[in-house]
Nanobody, 128 residues
């Protein structure tokens, strides 16, 4: 089972940017679909983005489309989430997740139950 570690979270003002990293060990991310989720206090876990293992196609939630970009660096065994034009409602703990069998449908919302491996999460806070 792949082990995942998120990093890059922190505090930014509205309109700012952050880049989250999801570093893997124990297996290659290239052989997995990788999803990003977020959860704010009192809210359910929300699927944010996903990148597939085969064709590299991507999924974005409507709330982040045009502002967030997911990418993969196979040599570094790392997946990134570039977050631009951040809003206070983006504040949450962000998690990356991996699954060796899942294909993320670009037109279907992400389901956390579809992912086998999870990182510990990293806090993102957007406020003025």
């Amino acid at each position: 089972q792949v082990q995942l570690v998120e990093s890059g979270g922190g505090w930014v003002e509205p309109g700012g940017s952050l880049r989250l990293s999801c570093a893997a060990s124990g297996s290659t991310l290239e052989s997995h679909a990788i999803g990003w989720f977020r959860q704010a206090p009192g809210n359910e876990r929300e699927g944010v983005s996903c990148i597939n293992r085969s064709d590299g196609s991507t999924y974005y939630a409507d709330s982040v489309k045009g502002r967030f970009t997911i990418s993969r660096d196979n040599a570094k065994n790392t997946v990134y989430l570039q977050m631009n034009s951040l809003k206070p409602e983006d504040t949450a703990v962000y998690y990356c997740a991996a699954d060796p069998d899942l294909y993320c449908d670009t037109d279907t919302v992400l389901n956390a139950l579809d992912f086998r491996s999870w990182g510990q999460g990293t806090q993102v806070t957007v406020s003025s």
